[in-house]
């Protein structure tokens, strides 16, 4: 197995692999040719690896991955000029959605970073955001964005994708809590499980080899919610939308094959403080 394989990340490069795929398809949700920048012979075997266990779960991540794209480009339409990807891995969008006047900031440990710049780099493609070396959960990593021009006064857009549901709980109420007191105007968007799903209590056999097969790529699910204003009330942010991706799927009609015993299981919220709110957050419906 292939040391960037290894260092990087086993899950990056799986839903890499995912996007890829879908860019291929003859009706894709979405366009992201960058990600071959990154596809490898592990990547395919893990992601089919997964797939096999839960089929919905790759769809899951296509349909999340359309919406994040639909949103920063209706953030950008709206006026959006700063965004932030907390825990970027090998995400994309300042390559492929970026526009003049846009600043994008990726926060990623340093190995990670300088392993993207590097295939990037050898497939033609330059690096379209600012890179904040820093393992996020243990730094000052908001002091490490002030050090690269980040500005705490402007209306910021975060994503936060794919990271929350691998932390602590008390590693996710700090990141949220330091962005409260430090930024002025801000929406956080993520992605999330459900409690009953990390605790194994669905009593559905293909939930719990898909929670196995994670743990197995070295990326076990830590943390849930089962109420997600909860959360919001204890970092004192409010919730400016919240709902399941499979609801998201059905209203924007796309094509449905995800299992229906992962519906209940897998949300997005987005969550503002006072200052930042831009009103109701859209399903980004086209």
Do not use: C
């Amino acid at each position: 197995m292939s040391t960037a394989y290894e260092l990087v990340g086993r899950t990056a490069f799986v839903i890499a692999n995912w996007r890829a795929e879908e860019t291929e398809a003859a009706s894709p949700l979405f366009s992201d040719h960058v990600a071959n920048a990154f596809l490898n012979d592990e990547a395919t075997q893990a992601s089919n690896a997964i797939a096999s266990a839960s089929p919905s779960t790759r769809y899951l991540v296509r349909y999340r991955t359309r919406y994040f794209d639909q949103i920063f480009l209706e953030k950008m339409e709206a006026g959006v000029r700063q965004f932030l990807i907390l825990g970027s891995g090998l995400d994309t969008r300042p390559i492929r959605l970026g526009t003049e006047g846009v600043r994008f900031f990726e926060v990623e440990q340093g190995h990670v970073l300088e392993f993207k710049r590097k295939q990037l780099e050898m497939h033609g493609y330059a690096p379209a955001s600012t890179f904040v070396p820093a393992e996020y959960t243990s730094v000052d990593f908001l002091e490490l964005l002030a050090r690269q021009g980040f500005d705490f006064e402007a209306q910021t857009f975060i994503l936060w994708e794919g990271n929350v549901f691998y932390l602590e709980y008390e590693s996710a109420v700090k990141v949220l809590t330091s962005l409260r007191e430090r930024l002025k105007r801000f929406e956080i968007t993520f992605d999330y499980l459900s409690k009953k799903l990390i605790t194994k209590s669905t009593g559905y056999r293909k939930s719990e080899a898909l929670l196995d097969g994670f743990r197995q790529l070295g990326a076990p699910w830590n943390t849930g919610f089962d109420d997600i204003r909860e959360l919001a009330r204890t970092v004192d942010l409010e919730v400016a939308g919240n709902f399941l991706i499979a609801d998201y799927a059905n209203e924007a009609g796309l094509e449905m094959k995800v299992d229906r015993s992962l519906f209940d299981d897998y949300s997005i919220a987005t969550f503002a403080n006072a200052a930042g709110r831009l009103g109701p957050v859209s399903r980004g419906h086209s």
